[in-house]
């Protein structure tokens, strides 16, 4: 019975700590974060094997770019998804700076130069694999879980307390009479 109580115990634990990282990635991916810093999901294999499919990259503006950095820029069309390429050349023209792009896996280099203002910043890091745990928590059904499995639990130990305080209630009663 003790080791059950042990795993019961554990397991409470283990379930807040992965709730509570859940909760700053949430966090993380709504407001923005002190310092100017943001929490990108990387969906393609462009930057392989930099960065990988499903990451999350760190990013924060930078006084200057350099060639080799990774920047995440703003993207152009419909879908508004942002790049992370590596700059790959710097071009002045006519006062303004551009940058030309590539990612790691691609063949050549990006179609579109990179204006200054584009860039949302350098990348500082990145985080294999948690992009997919980062987008999932971003959709209706990842957000409900996260609010109905801690509650879910809430309630269970709840219940268990009020079970197990019934059961003390009926046999005091029972060694009364």
Known sequence: MKIFKTIEILGSVVGVVIFVILAILLVGAILPIPGNYKMLSVLSGSMEPAIHTGSV?????????????????????????????????????DGNVLFITKGDANNATDSREVVASGIRGKVLFSIPYLGYVFDFIRRPIGFALLIIIPALLIVWGEAKKIYIELRKSKKVKRDLL
Request: net charge positive.
């Open 57 to 93: 990259v760190i990013v924060t503006p930078a006084k200057d770019y350099k060639i080799g950095d990774i920047i995440t820029f703003e993207a152009v069309g419909k879908n508004g998804i942002p790049t992370t390429h590596r700059i790959k050349e710097i071009k002045n023209t």
